[in-house]
């Protein structure tokens, strides 16, 4: 094993008289006065987010508007702090997407409780559940603070899809090749 | 050391020729800059002297080893965050690898390579966030600037790998939450890079400088068998002389591959302390440089472990049976065999251990964690007896203990 012993040696005695120490540091300070500031006027510069970021949870619809959860209450028992809660509903059966079956009738997220893990979003099976952007929430009550369904949608809005895997579904339906 | 004082009033001693004072009791903390968060020290003083000094803890509990009781094998892993919150990373990897070691589960290669990247990253980021406290602890303003400047440098790279700069949750039982992004290791290779100079310059206002010796230089003395006693781990253990360091002794996640020396102080001294933290952010940035250079391809997950880690998202959204699965790894969580496990991974503050209890199934029977900075705080009663107050904060900010961890 390598072991190395730091090194500690007496100060000499230009060392002992302060006067190195007081040049060095005058000189680390004038080199940061004359360099490129690191810091950013905050509100009205805003730090680039990087993809993937963790920000505020939201719901979000489809490319063609259908809303992509399906309440299967996946998010709520996973989240650490509880602060999901859905009330499961059903879709009209009139409706075009009622193969689909169940939609969230009621979805609010406490933004006191939500601590932006991102499992909700990561155990999601229908990607209807995502972290956007905004890290900054804020409110002058507790109940303004709990995110209901219109809210999270319209944090949420539309996300593009990969997959469309109910348009896929009433296709085969349809086709009379259920499964 | 304790300084000798002589009352020039002789008219103020006692009969039996002592000068006696009353002994004053001051609580220092839980909200004192200096014990860095919140830690109540309740000192006994003679005058400036402290004879007496009763750590109280507990202002931050939050029962993290109950509640483990109450959840599934991931959903503890943001609590782990909020451990050592100056090293949230190392803390998950700590974590995902004891109850890999339960399940007896191997990471592949790339899996290991970029937890050992990140637990190095945590080791820099906490080192720099303790020299610019104890900077600060000790009157050099300056430095915590300096250190911070780093420091966010490193939380954007967090930030681009996990999703959020503090609380992390990176780690999942059997992989991680995500793999590396396209170009972050080259971005972290440019970090390491010009990181050394700025190191070496943030380090020169400290080492030689008489103000910081004359506060740090043998105040404090821990001694080698003090050290082993009390339980000290990390670089308080190494700063008394002791060559313990868990990733040379007990290699974990591919440690016993990469390069590096272990810092070892003489004396055990604030001083000592101080230099091993500076030598041990150099020694990280040398294993940063040895991951990046071999940085393996391949899974970044355990694919077999089936019953651990959750199938990929395309396959949850298309095939039934992954669906499945899915919803049964969420609702019951990763199965685990019964048993114990007790694994430690050497943390920025110190070893970091996880006991593990488990009776199978998903939610461990009982889950202790060993928390280094707890341990360290133990030494406390023993080392501030003698010194003055204003050496109890130069202590305090050389022990660089996180409250978060200690009352857990």
């Known amino acids: 094993m390598a072991v190395i012993p730091v090194s500690r040696k007496p100060l000499t005695l230009l060392e002992r008289t302060y006067l190195p120490q007081i040049a060095g540091g005058l000189k680390t300070t004038l080199k940061h006065f004359f360099a490129p500031k690191d810091t950013m006027e905050y509100p009205e510069e805003r730090p680039a987010i990087p993809a993937g970021y963790r920000g505020v949870p939201t719901l979000v619809f489809d490319p063609h508007g259908r809303e992509k959860c399906v309440s299967c209450q996946l998010c709520e028992f996973v989240c650490p702090p509880k602060a999901i809660r859905i009330t499961p509903g059903e879709i009209a059966a009139d409706a075009p997407t009622a193969h689909v079956e169940k939609a969230p009738k009621e979805f609010e997220i406490d933004m006191l409780r939500c601590i932006y893990c991102g499992l909700c979003q990561e155990v999601c099976p229908e990607e209807a559940i995502w972290l956007q952007n905004v890290y900054t929430t804020s409110g002058y009550s507790r109940a303004e603070l709990v995110n209901n369904k219109q809210k999270l949608y319209e944090l949420g809005g539309t996300l593009p899809d990969t997959h469309f895997k109910w348009d896929k579904k009433k296709a085969a339906e349809e086709g009379g090749n259920a499964h | ?408």
């Open chain 2, 1 to 408: 050391m304790p300084t000798e004082y002589t009352f020039p009033d002789t008219a103020a001693k006692n009969a039996t020729g002592e000068f006696e004072t009353e002994k004053m009791s001051l609580s220092m903390g839980p909200s004192h800059p200096s014990t860095h968060g919140v830690l109540r020290l309740q000192l006994e003083l003679d005058g400036e002297m402290v004879t007496k000094c009763d750590p109280v803890l507990g202002y931050l509990h939050r029962g993290d080893e109950k509640i483990a009781e109450n959840m599934t094998y991931n959903q503890f892993v943001p609590y782990t965050d909020r451990l050592d919150y100056l090293a949230p990373l190392a803390n998950n990897v700590a974590y995902a690898i004891a109850v890999e070691r339960l399940a007896k589960l191997e990471m592949p290669p790339r899996c290991q390579a970029i937890r050992v990247i990140i637990c190095e990253m945590a080791r820099i980021s906490a080192h720099l966030l303790g020299l610019g406290a104890y900077g600060i602890d000790v009157g050099a303003w300056s430095i915590f600037l300096y250190t911070f400047t780093e420091r966010e440098k490193l939380y954007k790279l967090f930030e681009e790998l996990t999703g959020a700069r503090f609380t992390t949750s990176y780690t999942r039982i059997g992989g991680l939450q995500r793999d590396v992004p396209e170009g972050w290791t080259a971005k972290v290779d440019a970090f390491c890079d010009q990181f050394l100079p700025i190191l070496d310059e943030i380090l020169s206002l400290l080492t030689r400088n008489k103000i910081f010796m004359d506060r740090t230089v043998d105040v404090g003395i821990i001694s080698k068998a003090d050290a082993i006693a009390y339980g000290l781990t990390g670089p308080n253990l190494r700063g008394s002389g002791v060559p313990l360091d868990l990733r040379k002794d007990k290699p974990y996640s591919g440690y016993e591959q990469y390069e590096f020396d272990v810092p070892v102080g003489a004396k055990g001294d604030c001083y000592d302390r101080y230099l091993c933290r500076g030598e041990e952010m150099k020694q990280s940035v040398r294993i940063l440089k040895q991951a990046i250079a071999k940085f393996p391809g391949g899974d970044w997950y355990a694919k077999d472990a089936k019953k651990i880690f959750a199938p990929p998202k395309d396959k949850i959204l298309t095939s039934m049976e992954e669906l499945i699965q899915n919803f049964m790894l969420v609702t019951e969580g990763p199965q685990m065999p019964a048993g114990e496990v007790y694994f430690e991974a050497e943390n920025p503050k110190g070893a970091l251990g996880f006991f593990i209890v488990s009776k199978g199934g998903g939610v461990p029977y009982r889950l202790k964690i060993r928390a280094p900075s707890f341990c360290n705080l133990s030494i406390l009663p023993k080392v501030c007896v003698g010194s003055l107050v204003s050496d109890v904060v130069s202590i305090l900010g050389s022990l660089d203990f996180v409250m978060g961890e200690a009352d857990r």
